[in-house]
């Protein structure tokens, strides 16, 4: 064994459990959240636009990869919250047959899309690349 390799041991089932569920409780509320956000596009506050969706964003994109990578265990699944937040944010921001938007091109739109997108690359590559996340995360 080298310095760097660990023994694995095995895992319960109550442990898979746990991994498998929260797995899935976080893409719901990153699914959720990109839903949430999609809407408070246009949010006004006296006549003016707040970008407060684009501060969901990054607050989101930030604490559910790292929920999921703690819950998960699995650096790969840690990515999956972020997937899922951009693929639901794309779809609302295209136009339906009868030309509807729910994101739409104003400054506030661009700001959640450009905020999270961004966000998401910037934790998905300290996720990927280890410097950040508990010390037992898998390898893959």
């Known amino acids: 064994m080298t310095q760097d390799s660990k023994p694995r041991r095995s895992l319960s089932i109550g442990e898979y459990l ?48 790292r929920l999921m990578l703690y819950l998960a265990r699995h650096r790969g699944l840690a990515l999956l919250p972020g997937l899922v937040w951009f693929v639901v944010v794309l779809i609302a921001a295209s136009p339906t047959g009868e030309s509807d938007l729910i994101i739409t091109s104003g400054w506030p739109g661009m700001a959640l899309l450009l905020s999270g997108a961004a966000t998401i690359a910037c934790v998905g590559y300290l996720i990927v690349t280890r410097t950040w996340g508990p010390g037992e995360a898998s390898e893959s």
């Open 18 to 65: 746990i991994r498998i569920g929260g797995a899935v409780v976080v893409t719901y509320a990153a699914f959720g959240l990109a839903v949430v956000e999609s809407f408070t596009v246009p949010f006004r506050i006296g006549g003016v636009l707040v970008p407060v969706a684009a501060a969901g964003a990054i607050a989101g994109n930030i604490v559910l990869p």
